[in-house]
């Protein structure tokens, strides 16, 4: 069993316009596999997204928490968590 919930894939399948030009994913299994694939991860809140782009070495110097959530990759997701997604 994957670590996301039914709800994370729905989020991601309702907003996946934001990151990608047209649908990846148009099911929920689908959404499941892809994000699989490209090995997404979710969040558990913004403290956790920030330190992911800086162990990924990612230049997020001056950026402040509102804009590194409003990044393309960046998804909300229920409860303060965020799937961010790498392709």
């Known amino acids: 069993?994957?670590?996301?919930?039914?709800?994370?894939?729905?989020?991601?399948?309702?907003?996946?316009?934001?990151?990608?030009?047209?649908?990846?994913a148009e099911t929920l299994e689908e959404a499941e596999y892809f994000l699989e694939d490209c090995?997404?991860?979710v969040c558990k809140n913004k403290k956790e997204v920030k330190q992911y782009f800086e162990e990924e070495g990612v230049d997020i110097c001056g950026m402040s928490d509102e804009e590194l959530l409003e990044q393309p990759e960046v998804f909300p997701l229920e409860r303060g968590r965020y799937l961010i997604v790498e392709a």
Do not use: G, H, K, T
């Open 1 to 24: 069993m994957s670590s996301y919930s039914e709800q994370d894939l729905q989020s991601f399948l309702d907003q996946q316009l934001q990151f990608f030009p047209e649908p990846v």
């Open 39 to 41: 090995m997404a991860i």
